[in-house]
C-alpha cells in the first residue's frame, strides 16, 4: 500500500513539474518570458487580479466546476509572475510554507487566524 500511494504521488509530482515547464515555455512563445522590464510585471499583477476576480465570481454563484477552471487560470498567472521575479513557483510556494508553518492559530468560520490576530 505504502509503495502504491508513492508511486502516486511520484506520479503527481512529475506532472505537476510537467504543467509548470508547459506553463512556461507557453509565456515564452507568447514574449511573456523572461520580464524585461517592471512593466511586464505589473501587467502580469493586474492579469492576476483579474483572473482572481473571475474566481472569486465563479465562486459567489457556486459554479464550482467553472471555479476550478479559473483557479486554473490563477495559477497559470502565479506561474509567469513567479518566472518574473527570478524565482520559480516551487521556491515561492516553499518560501510561503516555511512561514505558514511556523504559524499558530485557530480556523474561525472557515479562515485560519494567526494567534496574534485573534
Known sequence: ML???????QYNRKRMDNLIEQ?????????LLPATDEIMVQAQWDKLQEEVYELCDEIMRKDYSKSRMELG??????T????????????CL?????????RT????DGQFVKDKEV
Request: proline share 2%; aromatic share 8%.
Open 3 to 9: 509503495l502504491s500511494k508513492y508511486i502516486h504521488e
Open 23 to 31: 506553463v512556461k515555455d507557453w509565456g515564452t512563445s507568447k514574449n
Open 73 to 78: 487560470d490563477v495559477l497559470v498567472v502565479c
Open 80 to 91: 509567469l509572475l513567479a518566472y518574473q521575479l527570478g524565482a520559480t513557483p516551487q521556491e
Open 94 to 102: 516553499g518560501m510561503a510554507y516555511e512561514k505558514i508553518s511556523k
Open 105 to 108: 492559530g485557530k480556523t474561525i
